[in-house]
T-cell receptor, first 117, second 113 residues
Framework: AQKITQTQPGMFVQEKEAVTLDCTYD???????LFWYKQPSSGEMIFLIY??????QNATEGRYSLNFQKARKSANLVISASQLGDSAMYFC??????????????FGKGTKLSVIP | GAGVSQSPSNKVTEKGKDVELRCDPI?????LYWYRQSLGQGLEFLIY????????KSGLPSDRFSAERTGGSVSTLTIQRTQQEDSAVYLC???????????FGSGTRLTVV
């Protein structure tokens, strides 16, 4: 069964510093996608970055990069130059093709990031 | 519309009542998902619609939960005889194709008292 594990319930980072949020996944499927979402206190899920299982290079989107280590089944999110507005919940998720014939997203439990001025 | 629209944004209902939650996906998106997020938890898959195919209902927690999607667009999630454990944020997402490009709505916060 597909599973996402985020081992850090909460993290603190100093403003302007970089921070790494951990994510490991478990799947036996060769084809899958990995996502990171940000959920501020307003509740909306904001897409940050995507990595396909066959992508050779790590994904980057502005200050966000995904450290994809396929053999270790990890997909850590790196946020560079943290800003106060980065304070939020961060969810790692994996898409896969289910046995019921649909694509599903399975989520980790999230990491609450707090940026300290 | 420009994004996924959900209504109402907040709903308080008495235990035992039925509720309907609405999702209006991005125009042209054929895939639509419902998720549930309980307090302090990650997202739990409920149901998936793709075009005219039969929906994947494998995540629905009980037969009190049902959903439909009319005309391949708007979807309604119905919870009958609500229980306190149904209190959660219900999130809808759509994508142009399964597996990628999910856009989430702002959710409906359901409180059962």
């Amino acid at each position: 069964a597909q599973k996402i594990t985020q081992t850090q319930p909460g993290m603190f980072v100093q403003e302007k510093e970089a921070v790494t949020l951990d994510c490991t996944y478990d799947t036996s499927d060769p084809s899958y996608g990995l996502f990171w979402y940000k959920q501020p206190s307003s509740g909306e899920m904001i897409f940050l970055i995507y990595q396909g299982s066959y992508d050779q290079q790590n994904a980057t989107e502005g200050r966000y990069s995904l450290n994809f280590q396929k053999a270790r089944k990890s997909a850590n999110l790196v946020i560079s130059a943290s800003q106060l507005g980065d304070s939020a919940m961060y969810f790692c998720a994996m898409s896969f093709f289910s046995g019921a014939g649909s694509y599903q997203l399975t989520f980790g439990k999230g990491t609450k990031l707090s940026v300290i001025p | 519309g420009a994004g996924v629209s959900q209504s109402p944004s907040n709903k308080v209902t008495e235990k035992g009542k039925d509720v309907e939650l609405r999702c209006d996906p991005i125009s042209g998106h054929t895939a639509l998902y419902w998720y549930r997020q309980s307090l302090g938890q990650g997202l739990e898959f409920l149901i998936y619609f793709q075009g005219n195919s039969a929906p994947d209902k494998s995540g629905l927690p009980s037969d009190r939960f049902s959903a439909e999607r009319t005309g391949g667009s708007v979807s309604t999630l119905t919870i009958q005889r609500t229980q306190q454990e149904d209190s959660a944020v219900y999130l809808c997402a759509s994508s142009a194709r399964g597996g990628y490009g999910y856009t989430f709505g702002s959710g409906t916060r359901l409180t059962v008292v």
